[in-house]
């Protein structure tokens, strides 16, 4: 297949106009319209996509058109030199976004995103904004990586340049609960609805096996625990429910999601009238949690 219709197989939006200098290019992905979840690269005869929703890693693509064998020793070359060149900009990227965060000041988050999803600003301890925006810290192996900005607007993006894959962030201490979650205001619903959790935001659902595997090696998940799925019913491959079984195999615990409800996750199931609001929240992770030894 042809580099638009690899970009296509993975949900990709493909731009009418698709350069062939290597540039990366965020695009809409066909499961979340609004979000600039995908990007690529192309280099005529060879390129580089992901979807960040779904794909862990990101996919090389290479022309099936015959080609000496000089030009596919300088493409092995020309993909040696872009990873190193992306190596590079990531580590001053994160260097960069570490500074500015650190430089935010620290003061009452005031949201109109969150007002109006009904959410106060319990557990927002190490969450800042700039401007209206908030800025959601991503942490790798405890370690800063990226940002997530979230725009009044509920319109996401990770900090430029920076890695986002295996990033979490944690809200609450107590360990009488620990669920994993897909979306920053799900896992702030869940939190606010059972004080007495631990949440552990993935950020996407292709993301959460890997956060899964990461905390399993490192030996951080211990008590009880359930992986709180998003329910993408109106998508034929549901990735949130897909991804989010795989992160309960790892763990060794459960998986739930909400079901009946016009929205997807569990804080539009908090919002949904016809829904059982913080009592059966509460039941259905509960019941669904499971002990981890």
Known sequence: MDFVQALQAVGIVAPLHIPNNGSLVRCKTTDHPHKKNGAFAFYGDWGWFQNWRTMQKAQLWQSDK???????????????????????????????????????????????????????????????MDGKSLIVPVFWNDRLITTQEIKPTGEKKFAFGCPSKGGYFVIGNKTDLTVFAEGFATGLAIYQSIRYCRVVVCFSAGNMPKVASDWMAQNKVKGLTVVACDNDYQTSNNAGITFGKQAAEIIGCNAVYPQGISGTDYDDALRDDSWGGVAQLKKELLVGAKMVF
């Open 66 to 128: 015959p080609m000496t064998e000089a030009r596919k020793r300088e493409i092995e070359r020309e993909q040696k030199e872009a990873q190193y060149k992306q190596r590079q900009a990531r580590i001053n990227a994160v260097r960069a976004m570490r500074m500015w965060f650190e430089a935010l000041p620290i003061k009452k988050i005031e949201s109109e995103y969150l007002e109006r999803k009904g959410l106060s600003n319990l557990g927002l301890d190490r969450v800042r």
